[in-house]
C-alpha cells in the first residue's frame, strides 16, 4: 500500500513537496514514479526514480522546477515541487513500478497509491 501526502493550495511560483510512504510492502527494489491528472485530463507522468536513487526522469513539462528523491531505509519517496503554475494543478499519484526501473509508462507500474490534490492559483 502506498500513501500519498503532502498536497494543498499555493500560489503560483510557491513550492510544495509530496511524499509517497510504502507500508504493508516496500519500495526498496523497485522503481517510483510520480504521476498527476488533471480535471478532464488523461493521467500523465510527471517524474520518476529508479530503486538505488541514481537514475531520475522528469517530464519536459516539470524539468528543472520538479525534483524527485527516496530514502529506501524509510521507504519513502519525495517529490519537491519549486516555481509552481497553475497548470501544475491536479491530483498527484505515487506509484511502485514492476521492476527497478520508472518509466514514463503507468502500464509498468502495479501498486498506486491513493492521490493527492495540488492546486495553484495564479
Known amino acids: 500500500q502506498l500513501q500519498a501526502s503532502g498536497g494543498g493550495s499555493v500560489q503560483a511560483g510557491g513550492s510544495l513537496r509530496l511524499s509517497c510512504a510504502a507500508s504493508g510492502r516496500t519500495f526498496n527494489n523497485n522503481g517510483v514514479g510520480w504521476f498527476r491528472q488533471a480535471p478532464g485530463k488523461e493521467r500523465e507522468f510527471v517524474a520518476g526514480?529508479?530503486?538505488?536513487?541514481?537514475?531520475?526522469l522528469y517530464s519536459d513539462s516539470v524539468k528543472g522546477r520538479f525534483s524527485v528523491s527516496r530514502d529506501n531505509a524509510k521507504n519513502l519517496a519525495n517529490l519537491q515541487m519549486n516555481s509552481l503554475k497553475p497548470e501544475d494543478t491536479a491530483v498527484y499519484y505515487c506509484a511502485s513500478a514492476l521492476s527497478s526501473v520508472a518509466t514514463r509508462n503507468s502500464d509498468t507500474y502495479r501498486y498506486w497509491g491513493q492521490g493527492t490534490l495540488v492546486t495553484v492559483s495564479s
Open positions: 526514480i529508479n530503486w538505488r536513487g541514481g537514475d531520475t
